[in-house]
């Protein structure tokens, strides 16, 4: 099992910025890839940005390219999602996932994840 505890949430203004940091313990060498989800009252979680470990290759969503910037510490088992030029769109419970099923086609979806955090929640105000 590998256990996922995501923090750094908080609410900011439109065009600030957080840092979101999600540890993981556990059997963490079983992961092939990991990423970030997020989740807007009403609507279906979405897949933010993810990382291949092996790799360190990265994926966005289209809505934040350029503004968001998902990376990985050096042992592997704190996972961050810097959010720069913030919008009201962007609020919502963000989810750290990890995955050990190998790695598919589609690495922003949920179905490609088996191990999932409890959330924190991201409020951007205008």
């Known amino acids: 099992q590998v256990q996922l505890v995501e923090s750094g949430g908080g609410s900011v203004e439109a065009g600030g910025s957080l840092r979101l940091s999600c540890v993981a313990s556990?059997?963490?060498?079983?992961?092939?890839?990991t990423g970030w989800f997020r989740q807007a009252p009403g609507k279906e979680r979405e897949g933010v940005a993810a990382i291949r470990l092996n790799s360190g290759h990265t994926d966005y969503a289209d809505s934040v390219k350029g503004r968001f910037t998902i990376s990985i510490d050096n042992a592997q088992k704190t996972l961050y999602l810097q959010m720069n030029s913030l919008k009201p769109e962007d609020t919502g419970t963000y989810y750290c996932?990890?995955?050990?099923?190998?790695?598919?086609?589609?690495?922003?979806?949920?179905?490609?994840?088996?191990?999932w955090g409890q959330g924190t929640q991201v409020t951007v105000s205008s």
């Open positions: 996932a990890a995955s050990s099923r190998g790695i598919g086609s589609r690495v922003l979806v949920e179905s490609a994840y088996n191990y």
């Open positions: 556990g059997h963490t060498y079983r992961r092939d890839l």
